[in-house]
């Protein structure tokens, strides 16, 4: 499904600040609505293998509950230890209240 953009809520289900887990074809993602735009990262954390859907959104950043660990939203580096790894980050369209993701992987 690789390139294909697919409905995973709509853009009035997303609250500010607040990270909602989807699944696209089994793989976990957590979309976040902050600062005025939509974004999609992999929602396993690299360090721990847990939920950050389940975290904190701050200044563009998700934040793993577990250990601490924040990724920037739109390029799913950390910049917090313990996790060392990027998550993967997924392009978004929105039309009308639809918000779209595709599983390819933006660079």
């Known amino acids: 499904m690789s390139g294909t953009f697919v409905r995973v809520c709509g ?10 887990r989807v699944e696209i074809d089994g793989t976990p993602v957590s979309v976040v609505r902050t600062e005025g735009e939509v974004f999609a990262i992999n929602d396993i954390c690299s360090h ?3 939920s950050l859907s389940e975290g904190e959104v701050d200044d563009c950043h998700i934040e793993c509950w577990l250990h601490g660990s924040r990724f920037d939203l739109r390029s799913g580096k950390p ?10 980050v997924y392009p978004v369209k929105i039309e ?11 660079s």
């Open 48 to 50: 721990a293998n847990v």
């Open 79 to 88: 910049d917090a230890l313990p996790a060392t790894r990027p998550v993967p």
């Open 11 to 20: 853009l009035s289900e997303l609250e500010e600040d607040t990270p909602k």
């Open 96 to 106: 009308g209240d639809d918000v779209l993701v595709s599983l390819t992987q933006e």
